[in-house]
């Protein structure tokens, strides 16, 4: 039975389904992976009889069944203790912290993202930057769980973050106060006769509130709404059913996203109109914001508004994570995170690699590092032993958003001059306000 909760791993927040393990559902072990058990056995032989020091058992047994699992992908890995409490902590999504979303690069802690309006975002903590110190002690090379321990605390206290961010030449200090984290998956404003709807991440009942949020836009503008931004920067994704509502509230026929493992019959095809009826938006244009921080959810989201052609994406080209993880419960306190899937859009592209490709690229110029970090952004497919997009994807296409846009010239001294601060949206917003019904009609010729 697949649950609706989000779940974040230590790389990206996938699109995951829950599902209780069971010895019925796993796959009878062959009789010649015997010879391969018994290497594994000889080697936990020689460790406890050999090693230095004396090694706990459950020590060997975690490390053997995570080096297992992170053999594979980026996204699969064995969870347990500290980290299977932090998990079960941000699906309850209140507790007491900087707001930060991270994972390990090469011994190094990276922020995904910081959640919009924590902390951590106040602060001016970006994503794509490195922590290296915590109150001027390094720590670099410590397991993640220590170093999100180390950033969790009692509300309305600091700590000094130091950071390097790509496109800068030196470290600096950020010092942040702690505060009670309550999640905040949907907010809305209106921009004068346009809606703006952040999902800042995808889980449990999204779709019911961005429909809420449509609806009270709507009696906000008297009526008189004339376009909506769906912004899904940033967002690092959350539960796949929540991505099909979502998708499911602007859609009214055809697929919205397939989902194809193993084995074919596994494979799961999810259709507009069978978790919410009708167009919430009424037709109206809508432009979804995506950018590198967009993964998983939100690239099911973009890809099959933008392959129906019920709206236009903008922004810069998607993180590029194709594939959907399940949670495989071993008890109370373990569980394995394991691929199990890709996911497809409606016209049968895999996003593995490539990415979401916006139909407008749109720099955010406002960003005074944003040039220098999107040449150096970490994507999917620089992760190590990601999945290969089967379809082919070439590198020259992977690297054609890291070329100059001759339209986009103003520099981010220029914006601010003009109350610019979010060049991006102000670019979505002027676009709806100039002919937003005409820039769609367009799109779909």
Known sequence: MKLANLVRASLLVS??????????????????????????????????AQYVESVDDDKLIAGAINGMLTALDPHSSYVEGASFQRLTNMIDGNYSGLGLSVGMDDGAVRVIAPMKGSPADKAGVKAGDYITHLDGK?????????????????????????????????TFDVTVTRGVIDLEPVTWKLEKDVGVVSVNEFSRDVGVDVGAAIADLKKQAGGKLTGLVLDLRQNPGGSLD?????????????????QRGRNPRDNEFYRAE??????????????????????????IVAGALQDHKRALVMGERSFGKGSVQSLF??????AIKLT??????????????????????????????????AELTMRESDL????????????????????????????PEELKAK???????????ETLRRGGRAALALKGK
């Open 242 to 258: 929540e991505a099909v509502a979502l998708s499911d509230l602007f859609l009214t026929k055809g697929d919205i996203v397939s």
């Open 15 to 48: 699109a995951v389904a829950l599902l209780p393990a069971t010895t019925a559902g796993l796959a009878a072990v062959e009789g010649r992976s015997n010879a391969q058990f018994n290497r594994l056995f000889t080697v936990y032989q020689i460790v406890k």
């Open 329 to 334: 419960e071993l008890d109370k306190t373990r």
């Open 340 to 373: 199990t899937a890709r996911y497809y859009t409606p016209a049968g592209k895999s996003v593995q690699e490539g990415g979401i490709e916006p139909d407008i690229r749109v720099p955010q110029l406002s960003d005074p590092d944003a040039r220098r970090r």
């Open 419 to 429: 109350g610019i601060t979010d060049f991006q949206l102000h670019y979505a917003l």
């Open 384 to 411: 190590r032993r990601h999945l290969v997009n089967e379809l082919g994807v070439a590198d020259k296409q992977l690297e054609a958003d890291r070329q100059d846009d001759p339209r986009f010239k103003a520099t």
């Open 138 to 170: 390094l720590i670099y090379g410590i397991e993640l769980d220590d170093a999100v321990a180390k950033m969790r605390g009692e509300a309305g206290t600091p700590i000094r973050l130091t950071l390097f961010r790509e496109g800068r030449k030196d």
């Open 274 to 299: 069978e978790m919410i009826p009708g167009d919430a938006a009424k037709g109206l244009p809508v432009i979804v914001l995506i950018d590198a921080g967009s993964a998983s959810a939100s690239e």
